[in-house]
Antibody
Framework: QVQLVESGGGLVKPGGSLRLSCAAS????????MGWIRQAPGKGLEWISY????????YYADSVKGRFTISRDNAKNSLYLQMNSLAAEDTAIYYC???????????????????WGQGTLVTVSS | QSVLTQPPSVSAAPGQKVTISCSGS????????VSWYQQLPGAAPTRLIY???KRPAGIPDRFSGSKSGTSATLDITGLQTGDEADYYC????????????FGTGTKVTVL
């Protein structure tokens, strides 16, 4: 069965960095788009990034663009999120999710997120 | 500030029906598939509906989705106490440089 397990969360000071990992199993990782979604305490879901199966296409939400970097290692069935210049508003549970894409002519988009990990908590505080 | 607007909360008695709306625009719902996610208390979200009205295996037919123009709707019939959760719509938005948008979320309460 599909499993996604996030790790790397924790307490970090403002301005600091953190690298999240997501270990995938139960499916052919290299065939799927993958994404990161976060949820601040008591708030709704916020999509922050996704990466295509071959890592050629990457999108970021404006709120993290220039600070966060998504990457993947298909040989290790792993997804990563490098987070720099962290601020208090980045405090959230970070979920890794498998995405299914659909394509129109030559452009592909995220259709939906079909499997989610349990999340890892990132707390930015001095 | 989400581009997809949902009512903050809806409620009904067990066995009744609730309808959750998701209002968007021509840059998102009107031109892209809508999905719905259920988040039970303390748990990660799970996919409930995809491509406007399709249910994954294991999702009961009490849950149904539809789309018309710039809006989408999730109906839950035969409401059960286990349906108490937060529900989010989601779709692609092609404004700016493109992004995936989640709705503002709706809390369903079973009275």
């Amino acid at each position: 069965q599909v499993q996604l397990v996030e790790s790397g969360g924790g307490l970090v000071k403002p301005g600091g960095s953190l690298r999240l990992s997501c270990a995938a199993s139960g499916f052919r990782f290299s065939d799927y788009y993958m994404g990161w979604i976060r949820q601040a305490p008591g708030k709704g879901l916020e999509w922050i990034s996704y990466i295509s199966s071959g890592a050629r296409t990457i999108y970021y939400a404006d709120s993290v663009k220039g600070r966060f970097t998504i990457s993947r290692d298909n040989a290790k069935n792993s997804l990563y999120l490098q987070m720099n210049s962290l601020a208090a508003e980045d405090t959230a549970i970070y979920y890794c999710a498998r995405a299914t894409d659909y394509c129109r002519t030559t452009t592909c988009y995220v259709d939906y997120f079909d499997f989610w990990g349990q999340g890892t908590l990132v707390t930015v505080s001095s | 500030q989400s581009v997809l607007t949902q009512p903050p909360s809806v409620s009904a008695a067990p066995g009744q029906k609730v309808t959750i709306s998701c209002s968007g625009s021509g840059s998102n719902i009107e031109n892209y598939y809508v999905s719905w996610y259920q988040q039970l208390p303390g748990a990660a979200p799970t996919r409930l509906i995809y491509e406007n009205n399709k249910r994954p295996a294991g999702i009961p037919d009490r849950f149904s989705g539809s789309k018309s123009g710039t809006s989408a709707t999730l109906d839950i019939t035969g409401l059960q106490t286990g349906d108490e959760a937060d529900y989010y719509c989601g779709t692609w938005d092609d404004s700016l440089s493109g992004f995936y948008a989640f709705g503002t979320g709706t809390k369903v309460t079973v009275l």
